[in-house]
């Protein structure tokens, strides 16, 4: 082959690919998923994708995620360069705001979806004053106990619903001695305020009521409300095994998968993992209330939402989109897909895991919340959150009291957070 | 007289210093002193404004701050104390024994107590997590079986154990290093000068403190500062162990985990590289003066003796 043969023929190869790639485009919208569920991959991939595009055989779906650490970092200099991708899986509250305020993800309040949620559901994802909404509320995390089942038979105790029954169950194993009565450690520190002071804290200032006076500052966290989770998270340290001071996360979940522990105090995400884990049945249930017959608070924390980059040369075939995760049928793909991450809207879902029908039954008995420290309370330094986790290790180890642990929590907000001071 | 002529200028030099240098720049000089210019901003509404030394008033004024930064000073001294307590003296202890000629087995022992040093600090933190768990643990079946149970607490959750117990592992893992470098110092004594002790009738102990000891003293001062680098620029094993937060409650928090949690932010906390910064440069300081101190202060009336 002569040298000017070669080369046109690539010229003309080249053209070819460019006209096959023109001619593509401008059939099909390809739209890049940006998130940190490298885990959910393949459940995309074999699952919501498929379903999705068989729908819509216009628009193409690719997910690329990122590891969950460098997620934010990776987002934002993409989103900077401009070669973000055109949707946008949103972090609950200030990174996902911070993305908003700088221009970054678009308002999606007047997406009809929207309609789907409740405002806590939204709350993850919209501006301080409610106004505008910017990702789509995907799944949220319930907090509540599960129980070994086999274990509760064997001691001859039934499931809790009120806070005296807890503590009598609670001695029950204590007492027989064959279990540990709960399974928590404090060296994580994390555990102690997600799982304990987060869990069962909601029942006592009343969800959301008492959460968002005090973001109002009409409450402090040295209330009577506030500081009676702490005086709670005393009386565990005696149920929890020897040694708690100096056990792990990773050591509390294969206490309790190996059997050895009756309780333990979880987040919904445990579902997957406990499944896998454990031989033996188990159940779950609600923090108990203080007295039969009160309401049920439960800490279903908004943990993933789903947005639109402002940038993207797709807004409509995004917004279709969004629509479409918005609605039923993507809520039922995903929850039992992934069971433990529940859907966050309206709309009815059929979950076939029993362990996560449990939780999610939850919501229509209980009242629902989230967590007290996420939203606007820790923007400042000290950082509430953080400052939680310490204080509800310490007052579960005994090291502090509930009422210096509140008044010291009270302190540090105040400390920057003006409707608190 | 003729001068001498002009001597040409030795390119090669500049060629052969080159590399090191401009490598050095890159990865050491430039980001320290960017380290200090960004301590000398802060942002405000998106953008970076220069705020002079706000950011070291902040640090040292605001109760907040302070009480932080003293805690892990305190605790960084404490973690100090305990390697020059413990880990110099066993690691002298050590090489005196293993020059020892009449030891059998010496390069045995001097590789089993040299191999912690070349492990990964994740594999130390992780296999003493182990190790002392209440839980999975050998520690509390170990004390048990030849009957101090008592003794046993699990020790890396109890804020007034937590510090000594790490402080103590890293001695266990860096111990070899004194030992190496006092067994070179001490294998490089000419034997005339130990023999001329012999017949002065010096042997045996006294041998030891006499005449080895005052020869290897500036070694000693060497694994002192290099000690003292390495200890207030700790980081790793401390996160490994016990994580960001470094409990429990703050009491093995060291600045290099105060640091990282306020540059990079952790959980909900979001990132400040300004007052990382600010806290970074602090820490420079800190090593800084105490390297001057040992540079001006002891290492000038140690005295060189010529062979």
Known sequence: MTPTTRTSLKGALLATTLLGAGAAQAQDVTLTIESWRNDDLSIWQDEIIPAFEAEHPAIKLNFTPSAPAEYNAVLNSKLDAGSAGDIITCRPFDASLALYEAGHLTDLSDLDGMSNFSDVAKSGWSTDDGSATYCVPMASVIHGFIYNKEAFEEVGVEVPETEEEFYAVLDAFKEDGTYIPMAMGTNDQWEAATMGYNNIGPTYWKG???????IAGEQSLTDEQWVEPFRQLAKWGEYLGDGFEAQTYPDSQNIFTLGRAAIYPAGSWEIAGFNTQAIFDMGAFPPPVPAAGDTCYISDHTDIGIGMNAATEHPEAARTFLNWVASSEFSNIFAN????????????????DPLAQEFISWRDECESTIRSTYQILSRGTPNLENDTWNASAAVIKGTESPEDAAARLQDGLASWYEPQQ | MAQPSKKPFRW???VFLAPAVFVYTAVMIYPLFNTLRLSLYSRVDQERVWVGLDNFRTLFGDAIWSEQFWNALG?????????????N???IALAALLSSPRLRFSAFYRTAIFIPTILSFVIV????KLILSPIWGIAPGMLDAIGLKFLYAPWLGKEEYALTTLSLVSVWQYVGIPMMLIYAALLSIPDEILEAGECDGITGMSAFW???????LPSIGIISVLTFVANFNAFDLIYAAQGALAGPDFSTDILGTFMYRTFFGFQLQLGDPHMGSTIASAMFGIILIGVCIYLFGIQRRLRSYQF
Not at chain 2, 75 to 87: C, D, E, G, L, Y
Request: glycine share 8%.
């Open chain 2, 89 to 91: 003296p066993i690691g």
């Open chain 2, 210 to 216: 006499k005449i080895k000891l005052p020869l290897i």
């Open chain 2, 75 to 87: 605790n960084n001294t404490w973690f100090f104390v305990i390697h020059m307590a413990v880990q």
């Open chain 2, 12 to 14: 090669h030099i500049a």
């Open chain 1, 208 to 214: 959301e009521e008492g959460r968002t006076a005090l």
């Open chain 1, 337 to 352: 897909a992934i069971p433990g991450f529940f859907p966050l809207s309206d709309a009815e879902v059929t979950l076939e």
């Open chain 2, 125 to 128: 933190g992780f296999a003493w």
